[in-house]
């Protein structure tokens, strides 16, 4: 049996994600939007490059929740994205409700599901989820750190012109400004990246990551980044499909590890079939300690917004 992925949202980081669970044939796929044939154009498209892409799933478009009916997951996407200016924070008021509305859908239709959210702003769009399908916390979970550490990468292996993959990072925290790039876990090829480059361009690569998604939308004008989200989300999917034990950072509900409660913040996650199945608590130092802690502390803030 293949597994069932539902894509809500069939714009470009939907679009993105759904095309490249398509591409590695892994799962069938139902694209949902609320746009009349949105879905269903992208969908058809889709599936007419199976037989090119020489993959066997089937995928379809929809404005409805019928066709989701127990789907094994299921990507939140909808929503807007920010335009030059703006903070990811800036998208709280609108994002939250398509997210509850969404997640009543999903509930009615997937009870059994694991939810992965991706719209803005991301930690507080988890919370909302996660509050709203009441389902436990290591099925409700978000991307952010897959693709702020994708960033991150990119940045050392152009600096020091090396294979990305050699480069290993890892960065916590909240999606935005308040991110905690792990400096002491950055290593090319098992070497610590402070023996390979000096303070100065270490910090400016970990500046650049933290704008990595402002970067985007200033040079695309109207929307943000979406290849490299897209794809990191479905790298998150097929690590439930394939029960592959990843470690991936991610937006995970915290009951105490890291001495937070009760908040969404992005932390190093075992995910497979059952989702998150272990939170990693890594030793940090004291400044990362509270840099994680204000990034925590800033999702809080947005939950009084969302009056939650
Ligand atoms: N977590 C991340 O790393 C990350 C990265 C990039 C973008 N994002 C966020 O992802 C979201 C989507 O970005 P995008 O670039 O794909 O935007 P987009 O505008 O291209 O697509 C959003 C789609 O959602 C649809 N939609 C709106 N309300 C809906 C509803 N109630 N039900 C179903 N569909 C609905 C819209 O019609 C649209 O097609 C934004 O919130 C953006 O900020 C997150």
Known sequence: MRSKVTVVGAGNVGATCAFRIVEKGYADVVLV???????QGKGLDMLEATPILGT????????????????????????VARKPGMSRDDLVVTNMKIVQGVTENIVKHSPNCIIIVVCNPLD?????????????????????????????????????????EDVFTCVLGGHGDTMVPIISLCTVGGVPITQLLPKDKIDAMVQRTVNGGAEIVNLLKTGSAYYAPGVASAQMVEAIVFDKKKILPCSAYLDGEYGIKGVYAGVPCKIGKDGIE????????????AALKKSAEAVRGLLKVMGI
């Open 124 to 164: 507080a769009m988890c919370q909302m989820a996660f509050h709203t399908s009441k389902f436990p916390k290591h099925r409700v979970f978000g991307q952010s750190g897959v693709l702020d550490s994708a960033r991150f990468r990119t940045f050392i292996s152009q600096e020091l012109n090396v294979s990305i």
């Open 56 to 79: 066997n799933v089937n995928v379809i478009g929809t404005n409805s929740y019928e066709e989701t009916a127990n789907s094994d997951i299921v990507v939140i996407t909808s929503g």
């Open 278 to 289: 272990q939170i990693i608590e890594l030793k940090l130092s004291s400044e990362e300690d």
């Open 33 to 39: 939007d609320i746009v009349e044939g949105l879905p």
